[in-house]
Every structure is written in structure tokens, then in C-alpha cells.
Nanobody
Framework: EVQLQASGGGLVQAGGSLRLSCAAS????????IAWFRQAPGKEREGVSC????????YYADYLKGRFTISSANDKNTVYLQMNSLKPEDTAVYYC???????????????????WGQGTQVTVSS
């Protein structure tokens, strides 16, 4: 059974940093994509970034403009999202999600992901 556990959220002032972690387990193969999504109150869930844990390919939402970095631990079982220069508009619940199917897909669509973590709250004060 695939399980994802997100952690690392919190309250930070604008301009500060946080590092989110997503601990993944239960995959049947080593070829899967882990993504971070976020959802602010009253808004749709949006893709933030993703990483293919086998080959290391990464993608980011254009609006981030280089402030966030996604990476995976050496054992590929933990994915991190380093968030720098945080802004109040980054306030949201952040979710990690996993895509294990083969073939091309658009990483930023929530429906493409089969497994979801529980979410971690990030609040950025001005």
C-alpha cells in the first residue's frame, strides 16, 4: 500500500524559508513521480513542483520564479521542497502526491495522481 506523509509546515514571516518533507513508501517499482500541490482557502489545488525520483527530472510552476527547489533523498524515499523568499500568497495547505503509471502526463494536474499525503499547513505572515 502506497503511503505519503507530508511534514514541515509552519508559520513563517515573509522572506523566510521552510523545508517540507514527503516520506513515501509502498511503491511496487522505483519509477514514480512525486509532486507538491498547494491549496489556499477558496482556491483550486495547484501544482507547485514535481520530481521523477528515478532519473531526477524536475518541473516547477512558472509563478515560483526560482524560489522553491525540489529534491529527493539518496534512498529516493523522501522528497523535499525547499521554499525560500516566502510570500503571504504562498500561504496554503501543501500536499505531496504520487504518480506511478507509465507514459507521458501533465504533472500539474491533480487528477493524474493516484496517491496523496495528508497535507501540511504553511502560513506566511506579512
Amino acid at each position: 500500500e502506497v503511503q505519503l506523509q507530508a511534514s514541515g509546515g509552519g508559520l513563517v514571516q515573509a522572506g523566510g524559508s521552510l523545508r517540507l518533507s514527503c516520506a513515501a513508501s509502498g511503491f511496487s517499482s522505483g519509477d514514480y513521480v512525486i509532486a507538491w500541490f498547494r491549496q489556499a482557502p477558496g482556491k483550486e489545488r495547484e501544482g507547485v513542483s514535481c520530481i521523477n525520483t528515478r532519473i531526477g527530472t524536475t518541473y516547477y510552476a512558472d509563478y515560483l520564479k526560482g524560489r522553491f527547489t525540489i529534491s529527493s533523498a539518496n534512498d529516493k524515499n523522501t522528497v523535499y521542497l525547499q521554499m525560500n523568499s516566502l510570500k503571504p500568497e504562498d500561504t496554503a495547505v501543501y500536499y505531496c502526491a504520487a504518480h506511478e503509471r507509465t507514459g507521458p502526463f501533465y504533472w500539474g494536474l491533480a487528477v493524474e495522481y493516484d496517491y496523496w499525503g495528508q497535507g501540511t499547513q504553511v502560513t506566511v505572515s506579512s
